[in-house]
């Protein structure tokens, strides 16, 4: 399973972006899915995660009712909506997937097996 990240950039406080963990020609209806973010200097820290069908999501409270994490089994693709961003939201974001139907704890990264490539995220004005 080989994951690509995309979607980083830059954005003024309060700006908006989306990141895509697409897996193509991969189905990822088994998987389990997270997204986490790296400072520099800093421990990885969990971001969002989502159950395999969707159902089930779970987020850290710093990015609670501003970034929606949610998946499109059929493009293969899982989305993570970031809204109302600030400048502490700065890292490199990566997902992760691990095969399993049940939502797995961000708070576990080591349960993932797969990670894609980071993508930078910066908020700055």
């Known amino acids: 399973l080989r994951l690509m990240v995309s979607g980083g950039g830059s954005v003024q406080p309060g700006g908006s972006l989306r990141l895509f963990c697409a897996a193509p020609?991969?189905?990822?209806?088994?998987?389990?899915l997270g997204w986490f973010r790296q400072v520099p200097g800093k421990v990885r820290e969990g971001v969002s995660c989502i159950s395999a069908s969707g159902y089930g999501t779970s987020n850290r409270d710093s990015v609670k009712g501003r970034f929606t994490i949610s998946r499109d089994n059929t493009k293969n693709t899982v989305y993570l909506q970031m809204n109302s961003l600030k400048p502490e939201d700065t890292a490199v974001y990566y997902c992760a997937a691990q095969l399993v139907l049940n939502i797995v704890s961000i708070a576990s990264q080591k349960s993932y097996d797969y990670w894609g490539q980071g993508t930078q995220v910066t908020v700055s004005s």
């Open positions: 020609g991969f189905p990822l209806d088994e998987y389990a």
